[in-house]
């Protein structure tokens, strides 16, 4: 079993749907969640943490449940910008920096 | 954006030359990470740095190695490259100090080996 699991996608969705993205990860002591986005050729950047009690900045969501080792992601009211690769990135070393990458969920929003 | 650069950007070299790809930053961040990403694989750690001159192999390590001599630069040295070293390799930083122990990343170093 991987360490981190996403959705394979590709999702494909019209400007202003809802889409959420799943991802799971195998460590249970695993200590803090992040959600990246990467466009195509360019660097991974950081969308959002991942808190306990779940999170929310504009039309992204991001919730935790520690006892099925699941994050998600939501985004809502889509936008042609939000095209891109979702990272779900865990790390998994609760006194160093062991960040692990989930393969990723490619996000296309059609006009 | 993080202080971070990458250089080259791009190169094209031939088998079996020694290559040295550089990552720089000014955030005085104590972790430093060398990545690779291929298609099919995502991003895959080579080698990381937890001060000057600690580092530690990571999943894909065979062929790479690295240097730490001052806080703001990180060296990956390909001692003789192999065509399978073709890659977008990633840099990125980290401080565990923080509230939010988050990874920054440079652009990229796209890397040709024929």
């Known amino acids: 079993r991987k360490e981190v699991e996403q959705d394979p996608g590709p999702f494909n969705v019209p400007e202003g749907a809802t889409v959420a993205f799943n991802c799971t990860y195998s460590?249970?002591?695993?200590?803090?969640f992040f959600w990246y986005r990467q466009d195509c050729r360019k660097e991974p950047k950081l969308l959002m943490s991942v808190y306990s009690s779940g999170n929310e900045d504009g039309r992204f969501t991001a919730q935790l449940n520690r006892a099925s080792q699941y994050i998600s992601l939501l985004i809502r009211d889509s936008k042609l910008s939000d095209s891109a690769t979702y990272l779900c990135?865990?790390?998994?070393?609760?006194?160093?920096?062991?960040?692990?990458f989930g393969p990723g969920t490619r996000l296309s929003v059609l006009p | 954006d993080a202080g971070i650069t990458q250089s080259p950007r791009h190169k094209v070299t031939e088998t079996g030359t020694p290559v040295t790809l550089r990552c720089h930053q000014t955030e005085n961040h104590r972790y430093m990470y060398w990545y690779r990403q291929d298609p099919g694989h995502g991003l895959r750690l080579i080698h990381y740095s937890y001060g000057v001159k600690d580092t530690d192999k990571g999943e894909v390590s065979d062929g790479y190695s690295v240097s730490r001599s001052k806080t703001e630069d990180f060296l990956l040295t390909l001692e003789s490259a192999t065509s399978s070293q073709t890659s977008v390799y990633f840099c990125a930083i980290s401080e565990p100090r923080t509230s939010t122990d988050t990874q920054y990343f440079g652009p990229g170093t796209r890397l040709t080996v024929l």
């Open positions: 990135v865990v790390n998994m070393d609760n006194y160093g920096q062991n960040f692990v």
């Open positions: 460590n249970s002591a695993s200590q803090s």
